[in-house]
């Protein structure tokens, strides 16, 4: 189902839409969030905002992309949190221009039909309803009052929520502003040629200027009730006929039928993106008993050729809350060794372990294949790889483990320069789990500088205390997944240093 909301600037249907899609448990999607990212990324490159064309080029070559909303969107602009940045009251002038120019307006319009295609969604804007979705079930055209949407728009700058009743002390002078500033794009979308702002056909007008969230909430979920009435087909009326009975046949139960549509495919049949979408568990049984055959050879194997040893494996398990969720691992990262360690010790703990992969490797048909059965995610990395990001998600809540390596690639010598990609808390935000810090010392030795083939070597590991949101210390999302990540491989670094005075020698 596809429920459209339009309205002006300030008028609450992002706070409508969210809750919304909260409690129904539909998808959000703001495409006002899309335009100001093109409006922020012409800004940035200096783009002339009387230049159409130059605008337009620079707008389709965004790559824009959702990430989980919480209490507000996450929104990425070519592989950047630009979240607040298309927030500001630049891009509130500058985003009309940018909607306003058809090939922008027609690029986006395809996105997000492509994003709505994939099952229920909540979309607010401006044409939803009569451009983007004009076949939604449910259409709404939310309005208010001049001064009540100047009020929440000065209140939400301002920090405040006016949502959630949280109001705050705003200078006279600054929501006169934003009330001249939001007539002045009510004209301009009232006007424009390539469409105005108007009720889509079909679309029921709500009135928020007095009204709470959860009245307006409850409004449209009343509408989504009787679009999904009449949307019901109607009973078929059957003639007795006289005829010799028949034993009938009952339908599964619809717990059953919904277990059959989680089972993947047979072994052979089941392609890669499947092993991604399901729970190490869910595999089908060939696969598991390929994974217990290459799990107990790779242990024989690594034990003889490369001794490793990890030290304090307990502290995998400390304070692990009793939900069925997994951990986040992440550690330093020397040698392709590094996954296979871990993904043993924890295999024999009866626990499975998903390392983070480049997506690279996918272009080999078999490494692919292998990668997949033993539960690797491929990242697209350099960029906000959201699937990718779901997959992990998904993953932890369904009790995997999930590896990952910040580093980002093999560090072959302690001058090589390093930059820490921290994408791994955001997905342990989302998975409301813990991060376990783990060092490995030794495993560069494995392969030194111009040797191509492996020698013996002693390996050690060793495990830190799992990391927590709640003992960093901060509450806001963005500063949370910051602390984490600073934490998380400060802690890293401390056990590999500690290895090393343990094992002189040891790189």
């Not at 969030?33 to 070559?61: N, T």
Request: glycine fraction near 6%; proline fraction near 6%.
């Amino acid at each position: 189902m596809k429920i459209a909301i339009d309205g002006p600037a300030g008028s609450g249907k992002s706070t409508v839409a969210k809750a919304l899609a909260r409690k129904c448990g539909f998808t959000y999607l703001d495409t006002g969030a899309m335009y100001r990212a093109c409006a922020l990324r012409c800004r940035r490159q200096g783009i002339d905002f009387s230049d159409a064309e130059a605008l337009a080029a620079c707008s389709k070559a965004a790559d824009i992309a959702f990430g989980p909303f919480g209490e507000k969107t996450q929104v990425f602009l070519d592989g950047k949190d630009v979240s607040d940045a298309i927030r500001t009251p630049e891009v509130d002038k500058d985003v009309s221009v940018v909607s306003g120019i058809p090939e922008i307006r027609q690029d986006m319009v395809v996105r997000q039909q492509a994003f709505g295609a994939k099952g229920d969604v909540v979309a607010e804007g401006r044409d939803i309803g009569s451009v983007v979705f004009p076949d939604a079930e449910v259409k709404v055209f939310l309005v208010a009052s001049p001064e009540a949407r100047a009020h929440r728009r000065a209140v939400e700058r301002a920090g405040g929520d006016t949502a959630k009743g949280e109001d705050v002390q705003v200078a006279a002078k600054d929501e006169q502003a934003i009330l001249t500033d939001m007539a002045r794009r009510d004209k301009a979308d009232s006007s424009r040629a390539s469409f105005k702002l108007e009720p889509a056909p079909g679309a029921v007008t709500i009135d928020s200027s007095a009204l709470s969230v959860d009245e307006v909430v409850g409004q449209i979920e009343h509408l989504i009730e009787d679009a999904r009435k009449a949307a019901a087909p109607a009973p078929e009326k059957k003639e007795a006929a006289p005829q010799a009975p028949k034993k009938e046949t009952k339908p599964a139960p619809q717990k059953k039928e919904a277990k059959a549509q989680e089972e993947m495919r047979a072994f052979a049949h089941a392609p890669v993106e499947e092993y991604y979408e399901h729970p190490m568990r869910k595999f089908p049984w060939p696969s598991r008993a390929f994974l217990a055959i290459a799990m107990t050879g790779a242990w024989l194997y690594t034990k003889i050729v490369f001794p490793w040893k990890i030290e304090d494996m307990d502290k995998f398990f400390e304070g692990q809350k009793d939900d069925g969720r997994g951990r986040v691992i992440v550690m330093n990262h020397v040698s392709m060794l590094d996954p296979v360690v871990i993904a043993i010790a924890l295999y024999h703990r009866h626990l499975r372990t998903r390392p983070i992969s480049k997506s690279e490797f996918d272009k080999n048909g078999f490494v692919s294949w292998a990668f997949s059965r033993f539960g690797c995610i491929p990242i697209v990395r350099g960029t906000a790889d959201i699937k990718a990001v779901r997959r992990a998600q998904r993953a932890l809540q369904a009790g995997d483990w999930v590896l990952i390596f910040p580093e980002g690639t093999r560090i072959k010598s302690d001058d090589q320069p390093v930059q820490v990609h921290g994408g791994f808390a955001l997905i342990a935000q989302m998975a409301k789990t813990d991060v376990v810090p783990v060092a490995i010392v030794g495993a560069r030795d494995i392969t030194p500088k111009g040797k191509h083939f492996p020698r013996p070597s002693r390996v050690y590991m060793k495990v830190g205390d799992p990391i927590s949101f709640d003992e960093l210390g901060v509450r806001k999302r963005k500063e949370q997944i910051a602390a984490m990540e600073k934490v998380s491989m400060e802690r890293v670094y401390a056990l590999r240093d500690e290895l090393r005075r343990e094992h002189p020698g040891k790189m």
